[in-house]
């Protein structure tokens, strides 16, 4: 393929890679937008109920004051495992566009180290030290405002689970003042929808572990691909000047024989 076309490939590609980065500011909005949902209806549930449970399902409004309802604290669960699932949707989504920029990087990354390899200085007038999609941690792997929208859902799984066992250790109080405490039994306590609470926490925390390391283990195949590249020319490289070196030294070994034989 003729150096202009390779050019203009190269060229194109490099467009593309910015037209996909603003192009992507409507999955931001739509992320913060149902994030926003998220916080409305928790808020809601957390302000519209009270600190007991429900005797049964069949009955979760404790009562009703001025046409608006009053939740047992299983709602305030349900609602709690609904944000959980929202937001691990939304902390995948926001994980899997922002590792595919970073996998776009390389490519960029390859494009404008094949034009400034001739002039290193100008490349680092341009680009800052840190332009680089190499030596990312598991920390900062995921690219530009994707990784930021990942630390806020993670906060708030954090605030949400803080703010639901506020509530939950408020029943335990109030069930241990009213009864008394020689008189209190922990059996008659609503054990159930505690335990499954702390399961969805601990399950939650796993599956966002889970998606960060999938994810982190994706992005560290790709740079180890081009690692491996990089690590091919060099080595073609030095394989090339021990040759010349090689050649140099019998040339030299050659003139001392016959300057001798002379």
């Known amino acids: 393929m003729p150096k202009k076309e390779i050019f203009e490939l190269e060229r194109q590609l490099h467009e593309q890679y910015a037209i996909n980065n603003n192009s992507n500011l409507s999955s931001i909005i739509a992320l913060m937008t149902t994030l926003l949902a998220v916080f409305g209806v928790y808020g809601y549930v957390f302000i519209h109920t009270n600190i007991e449970f429900?005797?049964?399902?069949?009955?979760?409004?404790?009562e009703t004051n001025c046409d608006k309802a009053v939740y047992h604290l299983d709602v305030l669960i349900l609602a709690t495992l609904s944000a959980y699932f929202v937001l691990i949707v939304l902390y995948y989504l926001a994980n899997y566009i922002g590792v595919n920029q970073r996998k776009e990087q390389f490519i960029t990354y390859a494009i404008r180290q094949n034009y400034y390899h001739r002039n290193n200085t100008e490349y680092d007038k341009v680009y800052p030290k840190g332009y680089t999609p190499f030596n990312k941690s598991i920390t900062d792997f995921v690219q530009g405002l994707y990784g930021e929208i990942s630390c806020i859902l993670k906060i708030t799984f954090y605030l949400i689970t803080f703010l639901t066992s506020i509530k939950i250790l408020f029943n335990i109080k109030s069930y241990v003042f009213m009864s008394g405490i020689c008189n209190a039994s922990l059996c008659d306590l609503n054990w159930f929808n505690s335990i499954v609470f702390v399961l969805s926490v601990i399950l939650t925390i796993w599956v966002l572990c889970c998606v960060r390391r999938n994810f982190y283990y994706s992005y560290l195949k790709r740079e180890k691909e081009y690692i491996q590249k990089k690590w091919l020319i060099k080595k073609d490289k030095i394989n090339k000047l021990q040759r010349?070196?090689?050649?140099?030294?019998?040339?030299?070994?050659?003139?001392?024989?016959?300057?001798?034989?002379l």
């Open 54 to 62: 429900a005797n049964n399902w069949g009955n979760l409004i404790a």
């Open 244 to 261: 010349e070196k090689s050649v140099t030294c019998f040339k030299k070994l050659c003139c001392k024989i016959k300057y001798k034989n």
